[in-house]
């Protein structure tokens, strides 16, 4: 085979510029489902505080799902603009294996999280994700998820002082312990 021809195996309807010319099959009910559940997000959104101000409750998410919404609708455009390719699997182009891998993932965090809390199961999720999609090995993998897991930590529990399942690891004497290092021994 030539390097100019399409491959059967691949989706022939991708250019090199690595933009779809053709709808893959089920993109259009995705897409129109993307943007109804981003409309009624945008909706509920509104619902915590309308519009008062931008440092009102609900400005970030509404200015989240407002992104959202409008980008589905972008999509929605397109798709239904774009012909319908030749062939394909569903499974393939919209529920990829590691979207189902993800998915899996995300229900064993949710089910781990009350009883490890949030450290270690946030460690074991980055661990796993960042290995799957990463490629890497496992040093570089343990480090890059150890240190934005810290970096994570920091930020929303001591720097915002979120509340976050303790579970297994005793946060609340480590918070105190750098408190007093920190504070001069101050309660």
Not at 6 to 12: E, L
Not at 13 to 37: D, H, M, Q, W, Y
Not at 93 to 112: D, E
């Amino acid at each position: 085979m030539k390097d100019n021809e399409p491959d059967s195996c691949t989706d022939s309807a991708v250019p090199a510029n690595g933009i779809n010319s053709a709808r893959k099959p089920g993109e259009l009910v995705f897409t129109a489902f993307l943007c109804i559940a981003s409309v009624y997000l945008l909706w509920e959104a509104y619902g915590i505080a309308g519009f008062e101000a931008l440092s009102s409750p609900g400005a970030v998410p509404m200015a989240t799902t407002a992104a959202m919404a409008i980008s589905s609708v972008i999509l929605l455009v397109r798709a239904i603009r774009l012909p319908r390719a030749r062939a394909g699997v569903i499974a393939e182009s919209v529920v990829p294996g590691v979207f189902v891998v993800f998915v899996l993932l995300l229900l064993a965090f949710s089910v781990l999280l009350k009883p490890l809390g949030f450290v270690p199961t946030a460690a074991l999720f980055l661990v796993v994700a960042i290995k799957i999609l990463g490629r890497r090995s496992w040093g570089f993998t343990i480090v890059v998820s150890l240190a934005s897991l810290l970096v994570i930590w920091l930020v929303f529990r001591v720097g915002f002082t979120v509340l976050m399942p303790p579970g297994i690891v005793p946060e609340a004497e480590f918070i105190q312990f750098l408190r007093n290092v920190f504070g001069g021994g101050r309660s």
